[in-house]
């Protein structure tokens, strides 16, 4: 058995898992039997680094018939934002055995491109930085005010996001009204505790 005799990979064909952090996680992971002949026993094994906890590492598949497929859900708990990858590794009752990488993009990770440009037109080379849409978590441009994926209206979301940057960033005497640090316990002004 070879690798053009089965299709190993995620349901759905997506090249990656988009997750939020501290949030379960569930995908499928489908194997399909390309050959004519009854693929005996089939175990894909789920492995990854510390920052991605794996709640469902294991699972069989049984037999598959010919010219069918089967999927089995795995689970993932991300304990960590960034960029990660994990291993899924086949195994058949053949002794055939093969990897499935699977980059799994936990919280807004922010990815720098650079636009397409044409010999023809002159563009600006400056980076465009995309984050992750936070109601379907596809990547959109940062500056976008409305998702191209699923249409969310972004505007509410930003402001909401500056406003509690602002509330964080400024600190005030309850006495005096003194603009303090962050870290500041007393008003250098009037001494009141804060």
Not at 46 to 56: A, F, M
Request: glycine residues 6%; contains cysteine.
């Amino acid at each position: 058995m070879s690798e053009s005799d089965f299709h190993f990979g995620l349901k759905g064909n997506v090249e990656a898992l988009y997750c939020s952090l501290n949030k379960r996680k569930e995908f499928y992971i489908t194997v399909q039997n390309l050959t004519d002949n009854y693929m005996p026993q089939v175990k894909v094994n789920l492995t990854g680094p510390p920052e991605v906890k794996i709640l469902i590492k294991r699972e069989f598949y049984g037999g598959i018939a010919k010219r069918h497929s089967r999927n089995r859900l795995f689970s993932i708990l991300p304990k960590e934002n960034g960029v990660f990858t994990l291993t899924a590794n086949l195994l058949t009752k053949r002794g055939h055995n093969t990897t499935l990488p699977i980059s799994v993009q936990v919280g807004a990770v922010q990815t720098i491109t650079k636009p397409i440009s044409l010999a023809s037109v002159t563009q600006n080379e400056t980076p465009t930085v995309k984050v992750n849409c936070p109601f379907c978590g596809d990547e959109i441009d940062q500056d976008a005010k409305f998702c191209p994926h699923c249409g969310s209206n972004l505007t509410d979301v930003k402001k909401e996001a500056e406003e509690s940057q602002e509330e964080i960033a400024t600190k005030h005497c309850h006495n005096c009204g003194n603009e303090l640090p962050q870290e500041a316990k007393f008003c250098a002004k009037c001494g009141q505790k804060v």
